[in-house]
């Protein structure tokens, strides 16, 4: 089965996407530590694998633990944030409305059957989509989409994970690695009627110990520096949470387009 693998910090007290999973599958999933909390960890959670340093943020936390299991392991793996809940949501007409049902066992198996086996026939890079999102007229799934928050990843990654820089834009982590994946040619799918609740913002723990509003700002530009024809960026006034009323800048980013890139041929560029 699919590996889960949960990156955690500072919030072994509050483990919330390992408690939203099954314990039927909790052998299958594995929580990344620093160091610092290697002890404590083991108190939670039997299987762990702990990270090189401490205090090495969030882009080397996931560079360290996708080559543990893309290249190493070579193992299809889903890597979630640690405050995570999910949804179902069931479209009832098509683009126009559906309900939302409880999340229960064997909806959680149905999903982990789905997410292998698009895996197994080749898909590289995936996704649940977020609440954010109105998901009717996107379910079950969306090509070449936001990742945020989650990634599903296919052990074909280890084939090329050196090709990937993945922290040359800390802050937009999921963002920039998903936007390499799909302009070398690698479409991803974004599922809608299977969904994580990424709960409160800049929640304590986690990246909030060095997520200031300025790290934020500043990993926007770099991501439109590094990819200025897919990204664009508006400043926004934030509208709760301990950043209300400051001005704030969001990306807004042509996945799609994105892709759409590498099926050009250089002729055609050329041309």
């Not at 955690?8 to 039927?24: A, G, H, V, Y």
């Not at 995570?84 to 064997?106: A, D, H, M």
Request: aromatic letters at 12%.
């Amino acid at each position: 089965m699919i590996d889960i693998v949960i990156c955690t910090f500072k919030r072994l007290d509050r483990q919330i996407t390992l408690n939203s999973i099954p314990e039927s599958y909790r052998d299958n999933v594995t929580l990344v530590v620093q160091p610092q909390e290697k002890e404590e960890t083991l108190k939670v959670h039997k299987n762990i694998f702990v990270l090189d340093g401490d205090n090495i943020g969030y882009a080397k936390t996931i560079k360290q633990a996708t080559y543990e299991w893309a290249v190493n392991r070579k193992k299809h793996f889903w890597m979630l944030d640690d405050d995570l809940s999910f949804r179902f949501n069931k479209e009832i007409e098509k683009g126009v409305r559906g309900k939302k049902l409880p999340f229960t066992e064997n909806i959680f198996y149905d999903m982990i059957d789905v997410l292998e086996t698009e895996l197994n026939n080749g898909l590289i890079h995936g996704a649940l989509g977020t609440t954010w999102v109105i998901p009717w007229g996107k379910c079950p799934y969306i090509e070449n989409s936001r990742i945020s928050g989650n990634k599903v990843y296919n052990k074909k990654l280890g084939e090329i994970w050196s090709e990937i820089d993945w922290d040359g834009c800390c802050g937009a982590e999921d963002f920039y690695v998903n936007l390499q994946l799909l302009t070398k040619g690698y479409s991803n799918k974004v599922w809608h009627n299977y969904v994580i609740d990424p709960g409160t913002s800049y929640a304590e723990g986690g990246c909030s110990d060095y997520r200031t509003l300025e790290y934020h700002n500043q990993s926007c530009r770099d991501l439109h520096e590094k990819f200025p024809q897919f990204v664009k960026l508006k400043e926004n006034k934030i509208k709760s949470g301990p950043w209300k009323g400051i001005p704030k800048l969001g990306a807004y980013v042509q996945w799609k387009k994105a892709y759409q890139s590498s099926q050009i041929s250089t002729l055609e560029k050329f041309i």
